[in-house]
């Protein structure tokens, strides 16, 4: 015996003497090796129900609290993700990151947050900080940074990116169906009667506000109505840009019985723009928004709107960066979109 082994197994005697719970006392109780307790512990073991039960009852048999400083020291890792937000403020990434917190947190990894403004530099100098903070694994949640960046950043850490599809090794990718949301809105307020439907879009950088629009052209082409440039008005993806969105389209003159805002913040800002110019949801103009946010249940009337599952998209990108960690190939998939109907919206006589 080497004396690092010896003295390796010294130490474990006197952790057990002197009443310290050690992962291998864990696997000694369960029955397992300690590197399966490892394994279950951070999330990325793939075991029998059994074997699970029998870790978690000696776990708490035994009041073992895992130590992610020195489990990181020992695997060379920092036991952090690095996640490059948006808008740290905005409810949706809000919600995302929360979804980060809580696959990160049992697996014993801290998420360290940074926002990106929706700027490629800024995102860029956000990726520089995290690597050197020597973090395991990056996470962007949507972004402006191009594939090829994405690329560069995966050859030296585990990359995953919401808002796209692009694959390279270490590198994953979870998209959201925007076009067929889009279309899904569209298509509920045309099956309602309307044909004069106005579109506030977002900003047309972003790639999920372009296939949102795309869902919405869609809609109206295969109904046979003619698509009108003059219903499309820009937003910022804020409740300030929605009121403003009512504005340009009531200066325009352009008439319509319907809108459909690329997210809920924007419908809810177009609700007080239409109250500010004497017009009523659902009686006078429906209304559909995008993203179900917590908020859109509470708007007075209550908002149809197109979930997008915020939370689910940050736990699937987490999960999926600690399987890469792993050396396990991800297979999460972002659930498809669904219109949720409330009371923003009237039927027409047709």
Known sequence: M????????????AAKKNGVVTIERVAELAGVSPSTVSRILNGTAVVSAAKKAAVDQAVAQLGFVPNPMARGLAGGRSMSIGVVTQAIDSPFYGASLRGVEDA????????????????????SRCIDILLSRRVDGIIVLTGR?????????????????????VKAPGLFSLNFEN????????????????RKIAFI???????????????????????????KSELVVQGEYNEASGVQAVSTLMASRQKFTAVFAANDQM???????????????PDDVSLVGFDDLPTSLYALPPLTTVHQPA?????????????????TKPTQMVPPPRLIVRDSCRRLKV
């Not at 080497?2 to 005697?13: D, V, Y």
């Not at 889009?182 to 307020?189: K, M, S, V």
């Not at 977002?202 to 109505?225: F, K, N, S, V």
Request: proline share 5%; glycine share 12%.
């Open 2 to 13: 080497s004396n690092k082994s010896a003295g390796t197994g010294a130490s474990r005697a």
């Open 145 to 165: 940074l191009t594939d090829a960046a994405l690329k560069s950043v995966a050859k030296r850490v585990p990359t995953v990116v919401t808002g796209r599809s």
């Open 267 to 281: 419908a809810i800002g177009a609700a007080h723009g239409l109250q500010r110019h004497g017009l009523r949801v």
């Open 104 to 123: 990160l947190d049992p697996a014993g990894y801290s998420p360290l947050f940074v926002s990106g403004h929706w700027d490629a530099q800024t995102e």
């Open 201 to 227: 879009s977002g900003d047309p950088r972003h790639p999920d506000a372009t296939q949102r629009l795309m869902g919405y052209r869609t809609a109206l082409e295969q109904a046979g109505i003619p698509f």
């Open 179 to 194: 076009a067929e949301g889009g279309r899904l809105a569209t298509r509920y307020l045309i099956d309602s009667g309307h």
């Open 311 to 327: 939370y689910d998209m940050g736990r699937l990108a987490a999960q999926a960066v600690l399987q890469l960690l792993d050396g």
